[in-house]
Structure formats: structure tokens, C-alpha cells
């Protein structure tokens, strides 16, 4: 066999061999990259997850609640008169009992003091006491009893104090908030507890401490749900951290949106009607 026939029949031989060896490099090239591929999109993945949990943590203000017209202020109806099934003022209301649920339980009264001064302190059931809003947003209390029968009721005591069983202990008090600072002092502080018509809280109102102290800055609402007792020292506790606490909607003491519009309006149609009038006045003196 001559030389010729001989290097033909080996390159014939090795071209299998350098096909199947070219395949395999670009198999494995492939691989390659893919493996490069997946492991960036793990990368953006776990980027885009990092950027999503830190986006959750941002906490944006959550609008505005309005006093519905049925609501109490507690801070507005402590000191308020009690009138009895004759009409008269009989007593007036000292302080309210709030249960572990946030309902207001009792009415706390003072009865026979002298130009609303002293007085006997005494309870009754807060679902006795009939509660109407008259047309200036104001509370009348009424009880189907006699001053004599209010007089008659056992003195009421508090088994222990600063236990923030009464709101007149739970308004003004300063509370701490959730915070990684544990050496945080007195972070917010209550403003005032929103009532329904059925004696239940449906707002605390908190306030930043800074300002809150002198009655200032903006007041938002959160669940009573949040308010604790702290273990230890026995001061509140805010289950909100500051962020939180922010995002939290603000309090409006119009009663509400639609109210608050229709007053506007009412006041612009007076207001109008009356320089009508006035011109008309003018035009008849002349």
C-alpha cells in the first residue's frame, strides 16, 4: 500500500475523533456560560429580594381619620355634668374606668361638692349614663336617677394607683416606643382617648413628647390593641417604633370629611346671604 492511501486512511480515522472532540469543548463552553448565566440571575435575584425587604421597611403616612359624629373626646367629657331624671345637674364626671379590652366600664363621679369643688366620689356602670352630642359638637350626660340616689352610691376607691385603669392616668402619660435604642427616653406621649358611642376606644391619640407635652404637633391614631403596661417599672409601652408611629394616620377633630366640607359651605352660604342683606340695606337707604 502506497503512502498516500495510507495518510488518507489515518485522516479519515482521526476526523471522528476531532468532530467529537470540537463538539465537546462547545458542550462544555456552553455549560459554561450557562452556569454564568444562572449564577447572575441568583445575584440579581437576591439583589432585587435585598432591595424589596428594604423598600418594606420604609413606612409612608397612611391619610387622615376623622372624628365620626357619634365619637367622645375622653379629655372633653372628664369634668363634664351629670344631669339627673329632673333635668338639674346633679354631679359631674371625674374620671373614666377602662377595662383590659379598652371599653370604658365605669364613670367615676363627684356628687355634693360645693361650685363644682369637692365632692363624693362614686361609679356607676357607664352604659347607665345616656350621652348626646348636641349641635356644637358638645356631650350632654344624663342619668335616669335622682341626686339623692347618685349621693347614695358606695364610694368608689381605686384598689391601686398608676395602673392605668383610668384615663385620666393613661391621657398625659408618657410612653415609650419600640425602638433598637433601649436607653430611649420617653419617646411619645397620650393626648387624648376617642370613644365610641358605645364606650369602646376606637383611637389613642399619640403624640411626639418633644412637642406633644404642650398640646403641639400633629396627633395620630392608633389601636388601644398597642398601648401596654410595661413589665418592671410599670410605665406604657407603644408596640409602634418611631416609623411606625409616623405612618400612622393622622387625627382630624372635624367629625368628619363630609362634615367638615358642609360646614365650609353652610359658613360661605351665611356669609353670603348676610351681604346680601346688607346691600339690600343699602339700597333702601338710599
Not at 83 to 96: E, P
Not at 106 to 114: D, E, N, P, Q, R
Not at 198 to 212: F, M, N, T
Request: hydrophobic share 40%; no cysteine; aromatic share 4%.
Amino acid at each position: 500500500m502506497n503512502k498516500l492511501l495510507i495518510t488518507a486512511a489515518a485522516s479519515a480515522l482521526l476526523l471522528p475523533l476531532s468532530a467529537n472532540a470540537e463538539q465537546n469543548k462547545k458542550t462544555e463552553m456552553n455549560a459554561e456560560a450557562h452556569a454564568e448565566m444562572k449564577q447572575g440571575d441568583m445575584k440579581a435575584g437576591k439583589a432585587n429580594h435585598d432591595k424589596t425587604k428594604k423598600m418594606s421597611t420604609k413606612y409612608e403616612a397612611n391619610g387622615t381619620v376623622w372624628m365620626s359624629p357619634t365619637s367622645l373626646s375622653v379629655k372633653e367629657l372628664l369634668g363634664e355634668g351629670i344631669r339627673g331624671a329632673n333635668g338639674d345637674r346633679i354631679a359631674r364626671i371625674d374620671d373614666l374606668e377602662i377595662d383590659a379590652q379598652g371599653n370604658a366600664s365605669k364613670a367615676v363621679f363627684l356628687s355634693g361638692g360645693i361650685f363644682g369643688l369637692g365632692g363624693t366620689r362614686g361609679a356607676l356602670d357607664y352604659k347607665q349614663m345616656d350621652i348626646a352630642i348636641d349641635n356644637d359638637h358638645e356631650p350632654i350626660v344624663s342619668v335616669s336617677l335622682s341626686e339623692e340616689a347618685v349621693q347614695s352610691v358606695a364610694e368608689y376607691k381605686t384598689e391601686k394607683m398608676n395602673d392605668y385603669s383610668l384615663a385620666s392616668e393613661i391621657i398625659g402619660a408618657k410612653v415609650d416606643l419600640q425602638t433598637a435604642n433601649e436607653n430611649a427616653d420617653d419617646d411619645a406621649v397620650i393626648n387624648d382617648l376617642i370613644l365610641s358611642s358605645d364606650g369602646r376606644i376606637e383611637h389613642v391619640l399619640v403624640q411626639k413628647s418633644a412637642i406633644g407635652s404642650i398640646g403641639m404637633g400633629e396627633r395620630y391614631a392608633v389601636a388601644y390593641s398597642k398601648l401596654a403596661v410595661e413589665q418592671g417599672d410599670g410605665g406604657l409601652v407603644l408596640d409602634l417604633s418611631e416609623a411606625e408611629l409616623t405612618a400612622a394616620p393622622r387625627f382630624s377633630d372635624s367629625r368628619n370629611a363630609m362634615q367638615n366640607t358642609w360646614d365650609k359651605t353652610r359658613d360661605g352660604v351665611k356669609d353670603a346671604a348676610d351681604n346680601v342683606g346688607d346691600a339690600a340695606d343699602d339700597v333702601i337707604d338710599q
